[in-house]
């Protein structure tokens, strides 16, 4: 009996494919260094809550790393360090290789933008002595988490004689913050009845922003006035410079570690910061490569990639023939040998609702970074899908370089599904796959991931690029 069992535990061992827990086959230093990397992105976390902070971020970071605002009239020799910025919401980095991009390049691209609050145009008003932010959300969200929780205002307002100013407001203990009000259960037996999409609607998510009268006795919207007082004297602004800012409302909360044994990180925006923080770090320390590596941290993925700092603008692909011509060959075939990561998170199975996934083709937080062959839904719509070839390129190299990695898809097939810019690469002729790190309660205000998964993506990009 013994012999049949270690037959078939050998049997098991080499034809079934297993996911492997980090936790059961790192040494302690390879834990230590998981935890290590975990510090820096907190830090991240809080500091870069926007597209533009991020950019500041990542700029500052680079420079300490000998990166250089890239130049289309300078030759560069290998080992060289460049940034490209664009529009101060999407950023570039790239590193020449050996062989600069005669034989392609090899590309990690991530997004940088998170489901959040936006203010309108005229956002300010005034109801029954309360002043309120009228806001509109951005990308995914459900709508009713918003609600009841610390929210913090970012970035920045053009005034009318073209200076600007950049805000944030709600991250320091002596600053206030704000949030979106909710009913109280007492009075909420008709909003309880209704589905949970429909419970809070899009017009409802006013932020409260304070309710003391400007000193006078008469005059309507007297708060309202009042709050506008408070913001001229500190910014010198009006209300009509409102209508020329991106500002944005957040979580107020910061990044910090989960469960008792500290194995997972809850923090706000992991879809896709989690990904552009091993990118970056990836390229920063890669080396010399063969092929020019480069790293994109992308605006808009949250809205469908669209506008001049999305991926569906030419940014990379002018960014792409730049470096071709600095090597002499042609734009378009140095895109046909280039190959990338689209850096994007995946759904993490949750035991709590097993019958959103199909277990088989689940990812599962501390089982490495995820490889996702096509996203898309209702048919693989709106997907590129990775090769046999390409996708078994990468499986080879996450093998050969001992790297914790599990396949996944999101969710079940016509229950789950989404989409990553992957199919904006490959439209470019270019080979891309997603990878990235699974993630609990995607878009929520507050989401969760593991520490090993965020490590190992980090060294599958970095490999990668090397």
Same mark, same amino acid.
Not at 174 to 183: A, G, K, Q, S, Y
Not at 208 to 214: A, H
């Given at each position: ?5 270690? &037959? ?20 302690? !230093? ?8 975990? $510090? ?32 289309? !009239? ?26 600069? $991009?005669? !034989? ?34 951005? =990308? ?14 970012? =970035?920045?307002? /053009? ?10 407001? =709600? ?46 006795? &008469? ?88 506008? !001049? ?59 490495? /970074? ?8 209702? =048919? ?12 078994? &390129? ?73």
């Amino acid at each position: 009996m013994s012999d049949k069992n270690s &037959e078939i535990k050998t049997l098991k061992s080499k034809l079934c494919y297993e996911r492997k827990n980090g936790y059961k086959i790192l040494d302690d !230093n390879e834990l230590k260094s998981c935890e290590e990397f975990s $510090v820096g992105y907190k830090d991240y976390l809080n500091k870069a809550k926007t597209e533009r902070e991020n950019v500041s971020f990542v700029i500052n970071e680079a420079k300490k790393c000998g990166f250089v605002p890239f130049d289309k !009239n300078h030759k560069y020799s290998p080992g060289e360090k460049v940034y490209i910025v664009n529009r101060e919401k999407m950023i570039a980095l790239a590193v020449i290789g050996k062989n600069g $991009v005669k !034989n392609g390049a090899n590309l990690s691209i991530a997004h940088i933008d998170a489901p959040r609050l936006d203010l309108k145009p005229n956002p300010v008003v005034e109801s029954n002595d309360f002043a309120m932010f009228k806001t509109h959300y951005y =990308g995914g969200i459900k709508k009713y988490q918003w609600t009841s929780i610390p929210l913090s205002l970012h =970035g920045r307002i /053009v005034k009318k004689d073209g200076t600007y100013i950049d805000v944030c407001i =709600g991250e320091k203990e002596d600053e206030p913050c704000f949030c979106v009000t909710d009913l109280l259960p007492h009075l909420a037996k008709e909003q309880m009845n209704k589905k949970m999409s429909e419970a809070i609607k899009g017009e409802d998510l006013n932020v409260m922003i304070g309710s003391r009268p400007f000193k006078c006795d &008469e005059g309507s919207e007297l708060v309202k006035l009042n709050i506008l007082k408070i913001l001229n004297e500190k910014y010198n602004i009006v209300e009509e410079d409102f209508i020329s800012s991106d500002l944005e409302l957040v979580p107020a909360m910061k990044a910090q570690d989960i469960g008792f044994d500290r194995s997972m990180i809850g923090g706000y925006a992991h879809d896709d910061r989690s990904c552009a923080y091993p990118s970056f770090r990836a390229i920063f320390d890669c080396g010399i490569p063969e092929k020019t590596a480069i790293v994109v941290l992308t605006d808009k993925e949250e809205t469908g990639s669209d506008g !001049n700092t999305g991926m569906q603008c030419r940014f990379v692909e002018y960014l792409i023939y730049d470096f071709a011509d600095l090597d002499g060959v042609k734009g378009r075939d140095v895109l046909g040998k280039s190959k990338c990561l689209s850096a994007d998170v995946n759904a993490a199975y949750d035991p709590t609702y097993t019958n959103n996934y199909e277990i088989a083709n689940s990812s599962f937080i501390n089982r490495g /970074v995820v490889v996702e062959k096509y996203t898309g839904s209702g =048919g693989k719509y709106g997907t590129s899908e990775a090769s046999a070839e390409f996708t078994g &390129e990468i499986r080879k190299m996450l093998n050969d370089n001992n790297i914790i990695w599990q396949s996944g898809e999101l969710g079940k097939v016509d229950t789950g599904g989404g989409g990553t810019i992957a199919k904006y690469i490959a439209n470019l002729n270019v080979d891309v796959i997603d990878i990235g790190v699974p993630v609990l309660s995607m878009h929520a205000p507050f989401e969760v991931i593991s520490k090993i998964d965020l490590y190992m993506t980090y060294k599958a990009i970095q490999t990668f690029l090397k």
